[in-house]
């Protein structure tokens, strides 16, 4: 337990234009209360606070971590006669810590797609790194995830209140949660590997790059090294990525790999074309009896 002379840094968690599915997500985290024992929360949707939302909107409270969910938009969406962008920039400017919990929150999201030239994060566009991000860039922590895992968020908090550094990648995404891939940690990479395919969603056997569209090579996360629940992942029940960590999420026509006579244009991280073609080149002139035997008995 935290020592009662111990001060606690102040939370104050703000949503924009969100499914709530991020605040969902945080509250399953199997050791939610003791965490939050370590912290005042200021202002939550869900949780005891010590503020009402028109308290956030109305008075200027100080807080040591701002935590925001859900795709921003500039004008148009108020609360109290205030736009909430606006008390998002307020809170922000003297924030000590910035956290964008959430794809929406960090890259626009789902949200975005509505509409592109207005709804964005809250210091991306896509791809693209807004205004803001020069100002508030060394006290942001950008979580995107749809949802984020709640031990991702977790980690961020504890290395916060014990004051250590977190080393973030150009995006200003924590390395520790970000610095591979979702498909490095797949339990089906041997399939991938030797371009053996799945039969069909759900199939608990097969890679789902070729015949589903998973993204999991593209996507940078630890989803199959934190599992969910502590028990799975998408890619492990048979669902394949759908890159929601990533900038470009979400893409279109989902579930398929785009190819030009039948090789991938676009090829996994940190490898070359040439030497991706090479490597798919060899592996498909292998038959290996024992992955493709696993699939026939699943099957049966």
């Known amino acids: 337990m935290p020592s009662k002379n111990k001060k606690k840094p102040k939370i104050i968690w703000l949503q924009s234009i969100t499914c709530n599915g991020n605040s969902h997500s945080f509250l399953n985290h199997p050791e939610l209360f003791f965490i939050l024992s370590n912290f005042e929360m200021l202002y939550h949707p869900f949780l005891e606070s010590k503020y009402s939302l028109k308290d956030i909107f109305n008075k200027s409270?100080?807080?040591?971590?701002?935590?925001?969910?859900?795709?921003?938009?500039?004008?148009?969406?108020?609360?109290?006669?205030?736009?909430?962008?606006?008390?998002?920039?307020?809170?922000?400017?003297?924030?000590?810590?910035?956290?964008?919990?959430?794809?929406?929150?960090?890259?626009?999201?789902?949200?975005?797609?509505?509409?592109?030239?207005?709804?964005?994060?809250?210091?991306?566009?896509?791809?693209?790194?807004?205004?803001?991000?020069?100002?508030?860039?060394?006290?942001?922590?950008?979580?995107?995830?749809?949802?984020?895992?709640?031990?991702?968020?977790?980690?961020v908090l504890q290395m916060i209140e014990n004051k250590k550094d977190i080393a973030l990648d150009e995006l200003n995404r924590p390395l520790e949660l970000y610095s591979s891939t979702i498909h490095q940690g797949c339990s089906r990479s041997e399939y991938f590997e030797w371009k053996v395919d799945t039969k069909g969603f759900g199939y608990k056997e097969g890679c789902m790059f070729y015949e589903l569209g998973c993204q999991a090579p593209f996507t940078h996360g630890s989803c199959n090294k934190i599992l969910w629940n502590d028990v799975s992942s998408k890619t492990n029940i048979g669902t394949p990525c759908f890159g929601c960590t990533e900038p470009e999420f979400p893409k279109t026509n989902l579930f398929s790999t785009p190819t030009n006579m039948g090789i991938p244009k676009k090829v996994p991280l940190g490898i070359s074309k040439r030497a991706y073609l090479t490597v798919t080149g060899i592996a498909k002139g292998f038959k290996f009896q024992r992955l493709e035997s696993r699939l026939i008995n699943y099957e049966d």
């Open 61 to 155: 409270i100080k807080c040591d971590i701002l935590i925001l969910e859900g795709a921003f938009r500039k004008e148009g969406l108020k609360k109290f006669n205030k736009e909430v962008y606006e008390v998002a920039l307020s809170y922000a400017s003297s924030a000590k810590h910035i956290i964008t919990a959430g794809t929406c929150a960090t890259f626009g999201g789902v949200f975005k797609e509505y509409d592109k030239d207005n709804i964005s994060g809250f210091c991306f566009d896509a791809q693209n790194y807004l205004d803001n991000f020069n100002i508030y860039k060394d006290r942001l922590i950008s979580l995107p995830g749809c949802p984020i895992h709640p031990k991702w968020l977790s980690f």
